[in-house]
């Protein structure tokens, strides 16, 4: 089985005419993914990669009968792509765009918890269920079908640990980035759910960084909740308080939580091996599996 993303899933690529959401469509249509239209405003009738183009998601979602969208779409009108997405008759929605403004992101998040529809991202690489779909930019051919799931905030980090997961023959299940910004659909939480109920995960792999409490507050529900064993990796050990460190959300305030030891610190509490690379974070789940 897998999270999120099957072969049922249906996307739609907002944004699909821009150079960014064309490239990425002939990527995931590539991989194998279903991408059954395209929506982007007065574009209506145009074709792209072999993909029909629609003026909105709704109409697009309909006459194609999708449930997924994935939004390429430049920062200053991503927020209101979102606002369209979650409007339309779709269960996912995965925002790839970065630097989408922080009070924009506010007014999709209250949004959000009016609906049933779950939201990845924005600032992440997407979506994969390896060898079935990929929504985003994940680059397939690193991802290996197994029994891992993992959940991530940094992309890059993402590439590395899978490299070495599937290197050793551990395959997954479902990767999920979830996103640097300050204000994301998808957290830890809700990913770690997903993992626990779905019998085909035996492992879960958690990539966090410095910034914010999410893993700390991952790693409490981790301790009370979860029967899947999960492993940790926290990136920023060495980052100075105060400076932002590539992602939006990756600051640490200097109030003595959200730093990397923090983090490191409620993970193994919470019983969860933190690897301190990625080759470690691979032999943990080896010893686990």
């Keep these: 089985m897998s999270v999120l993303v099957d072969e049922d899933t249906r996307v739609v690529v907002q944004g699909i ?7 990425h469509t002939e990527q995931m249509l590539e991989y194998g993914t279903n991408v059954v239209a395209g929506a982007v405003p007065g574009k209506g009738g145009q074709e792209v990669a072999g993909v029909p ?3 909105t998601v709704d109409r697009a979602a309909r006459e194609e009968d999708a449930n997924a969208a994935v939004v390429f779409v430049p920062p200053a009108f991503a927020a209101d792509a979102c606002f369209e997405a979650l409007d339309a008759p779709v269960d996912l929605v995965v925002a790839i765009t970065e630097g989408i403004p922080t009070q924009d992101m506010s007014r999709v998040y209250r949004k959000l918890q009016e609906t049933d529809t779950h939201l990845v991202g924005p600032n992440c690489p997407g979506v994969i269920t390896p060898g079935v ?8 051919n690193i991802f290996s079908s197994g029994n891992v799931g993992l959940v991530s905030r940094s992309g890059t980090l993402t590439y590395q640990v899978v490299d070495n997961l599937t290197e050793r ?5 479902t990767a999920i980035g979830i996103g640097g910004d300050p204000i994301i659909g998808t957290d830890f939480i809700d990913a770690l759910e997903l993992f626990e109920a779905d019998p085909d995960t035996h ?3 958690m990539c966090g ?17 979860m029967d ?20 939006a959300g990756a600051i640490v305030s200097g109030s003595g939580t959200g730093t990397a030891q923090s983090k490191i610190d409620a993970l193994e509490n919470a019983g969860t091996p933190v690897g301190d ?3 470690e974070v691979a032999d943990h789940v080896e010893n686990i599996l």
């Design 169 to 173: 023959g551990l395959g997954q299940t």
């Design 209 to 225: 960084e410095i910034g914010g409490e999410d893993e700390e507050d991952a790693a409490r529900y981790i301790g009370a909740n």
């Design 228 to 247: 899947t064993p999960v492993v940790g990796f926290i990136a920023g050990r060495t980052a100075p308080p105060g400076k932002r460190m590539g992602h």
């Design 277 to 279: 690379t990625p080759e």
């Design 17 to 23: 005419t821009g150079g960014e959401g064309k490239f």
């Design 53 to 55: 183009v629609y003026d």
């Design 203 to 205: 492992a879960v792999v």
């Design 133 to 140: 779909a990929k929504l985003g930019i994940l680059p397939g």
